[in-house]
């Protein structure tokens, strides 16, 4: 971000009243997720990154759950309701309370258009610190249908012309608007308050803004961006594309911070993973939100963590899955089939096979053997089990919890352990095994003829 930006105050206005009926969704359009995140979300973060110390948040009437989540995402989010849906002039003007009290810069942003950057604004910022009072945003699109077309002479921005009001050789113009805007704070409510609503649409088009400010005399300007970076979502379809593009963004910076990832278009990324150097994680693997794997450590294939801390050096699958509150130390090693949730592992320890661990403390070098499961829940409670240092869990074990391993005990494989083990004991409690000598002579001989051929 530009230093100079930071010397001015800046409210960020985000418009959330979008109707959204083409995503066939009972969530509002702005709620739904991309990378872990609700659009809205991720717009509300690029402009906290570019430095907004305000942020107004325009909803449609009754909308509680967008208001929720706006503050969800940002704290101190002011939350403007626009009654009438008339346009994104009129949007903006919902929240004039916020405009009135005269911010240095304002930046107009669209909750359904998630991938713009802080950079970008950040941008648009700076264009203002440099005397423009409005700076839009183009993109040149290889069919612009539908957008608004920027009319422009070298860098200034003349005005902007909505594709229904557009003249044939306006129309064949191929910077698009991508409907973000910058507007100087001083300016602002002036401009607005001049928009009038004669056009095809009949709407208050904040599109009108630049050549408002050029007839008042004031400087615009327009700066560009890729088309990826300002692409809308209308529907599935687009919500799905824009999940693609910021998957790819995700890979990349990870792999640029030092990530081996064997096949990236199969990993799939929360907008907040964090993952060390030196990491690798293999093909097929699913990382929902809340996810820190340290140094070194390894996914192997087609795992699946959430909410989940993976220390330095550990090996997670492959088929793994790692559920909210597991928090594995350095080198712990969880093998295929095995789930684990609520539950800690000391620096390590190894549940290698086919296990469920829930709300369980697992000391540093135990050993959980092949199809242990912690019996975690009675119907009502969750409860919790506890296992020692170094202590050793044979195979298909059931630990029927509240229920403590000591330090060093040792689990004698196929053992219902109700009772708490002591240091240093041996818990055994299965059936005894008795041998009956000759038995399975006598019983195939009397059963051989009876096999159908
Ligand atoms: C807008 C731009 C167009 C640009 C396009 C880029 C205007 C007039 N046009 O057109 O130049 O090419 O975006 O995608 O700005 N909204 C409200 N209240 C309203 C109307 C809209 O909150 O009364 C919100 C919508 O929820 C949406 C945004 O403003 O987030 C844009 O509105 P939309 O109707 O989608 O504008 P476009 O016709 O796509
Ligand atoms: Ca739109």
């Known amino acids: 971000m530009p230093d100079d930006n930071t010397a001015r105050s800046c409210l960020a206005i985000v418009l959330a009243a979008g109707e959204g009926t083409r995503m066939k969704s009972a969530l509002p359009k702005v709620l739904h997720r991309i990378a872990g995140r609700s659009m809205l979300g991720h717009v509300l973060s690029a402009v906290h990154d570019a430095g907004a110390t305000h942020v107004g948040v325009v909803i449609g009437p009754d909308r509680d759950d967008v208001a929720i989540e706006a503050q969800a995402a940002m704290s101190g989010a002011e939350i403007f309701v626009q009654r009438e849906r008339l346009g994104t002039a009129h949007a903006v003007l919902a929240a004039s309370a916020a405009l009135g009290r005269g911010h ?39 069919d612009p249908t539908g957008y608004g077309r920027m009319i422009v002479a070298g860098d200034t921005l003349e005005g902007i012309v909505e594709h229904k009001d557009a003249t044939e050789a306006q129309r064949r113009i191929t910077l698009c608007n991508a409907g973000l805007l910058a507007i100087s704070g001083r300016y602002a409510l002036d401009i607005l308050s001049r928009i009038g609503d004669a056009n095809a649409q009949k709407e208050f088009y904040l599109t009108d803004a630049p050549a408002i400010a050029r007839a008042m005399g004031l400087v615009t300007r327009v700066l560009t961006a890729p088309e990826s970076e300002v692409q809308g979502v209308n529907d599935r379809v687009q919500l799905a594309a824009a999940e693609a593009a910021m998957q790819s963004r995700l890979r990349t910076a990870a792999m640029r911070a030092g990530v081996t990832m064997l096949d990236p278009s199969s990993v799939f990324l929360s907008h907040d993973t964090k993952l060390g150097r030196d990491v690798i994680v293999e093909p097929q693997v699913f990382f929902g939100p809340k996810v820190i794997v340290e140094d070194g450590a390894v996914i192997h294939a087609c795992s699946h963590l959430e909410g989940a801390r993976v220390g330095a050096g550990a090996s997670v699958g492959p088929f793994a899955r790692l559920r909210p509150g597991t928090d594995l130390g350095a080198k712990v090693k969880v093998g295929n089939f095995v789930e684990i949730k609520a539950t800690t592992l000391g620096k390590g320890a190894k549940v290698s096979h086919l296990t469920y661990l829930g709300d369980a403390a697992v000391g540093a070098e135990a050993n959980i053997g092949a199809g242990t499961i912690t019996c975690n829940y009675d119907g009502y409670a969750k409860n919790r089990t506890v296992i020692g240092d170094g202590a050793f869990i044979g195979s298909n074990s059931s630990l029927v919890a509240p229920v403590t391993v000591a330090t060093g005990g040792y689990v004698g494989s196929g053992t219902v352990v109700t009772k708490d083990v002591p240091s240093g004991a041996l818990a055994v409690g299965r059936a005894r095994q008795t041998n009956i000598e000759g038995w399975a002579d006598a019983f195939h001989a009397r059963n051989r003829d009876r096999k159908k051929t």
């Open 104 to 142: 240095n810069d304002v930046i107009v942003a669209f909750a359904d258009t998630p991938l713009v950057t802080a950079a970008t604004f950040a941008r648009l910022r700076a264009a203002l610190g440099e005397g423009a009072a409005v700076v839009g945003l183009g993109f040149e699109a290889p």
